[in-house]
């Protein structure tokens, strides 16, 4: 079965940086887009950025300049290089992955468990 283990979370103060990894792992074909959402306490879920197998990028209006997103397609592995960080990017971190099985022929979307990044001011 597929599994999306991030890792790379903690603590922080503010100005500092974190770098971000997910490592997808099982029966993988191929993934197509790989991406970083977050979830802080009483909001929803947010998309922060996403990567296309291609290496194009897409990035929240809030994170834009501060974040890079990355990935290493023989890894099977996405990273979120996080700058300046600020309290407000205070949340869970969780990793998506757009993937085909070798025993299915449908794409799917796959989460992680997720890692808390905290920034303190």
């Known amino acids: 079965q597929v599994r999306l283990v991030e890792s790379g979370g903690g603590l922080v103060q503010s100005g500092g940086s974190l770098r971000l990894s997910c490592a997808a792992s099982g029966s993988i074909l191929s993934i197509n887009d790989m991406g970083w959402y977050r979830q802080a306490p009483g909001k929803q879920r947010e998309l922060v950025a996403t990567?296309?197998?291609?290496?194009?990028?897409n990035y929240a209006d809030s994170v834009k300049g501060r974040f890079t997103i990355s990935r290493d397609n023989a890894k099977n592995t996405v990273y979120l290089q996080m700058n300046s960080l600020k309290p407000e990017d205070t949340a869970v971190y969780y990793c998506?992955?757009?993937?085909?099985?070798?025993?299915?022929?449908?794409?799917?979307?796959?989460w992680g468990q997720g890692t808390q990044v905290t920034v303190s001011s």
């Open positions: 990567i296309t197998r291609g290496g194009s990028t």
């Open positions: 998506n992955a757009v993937l085909r099985l070798i025993t299915t022929i449908v794409y799917r979307d796959y």
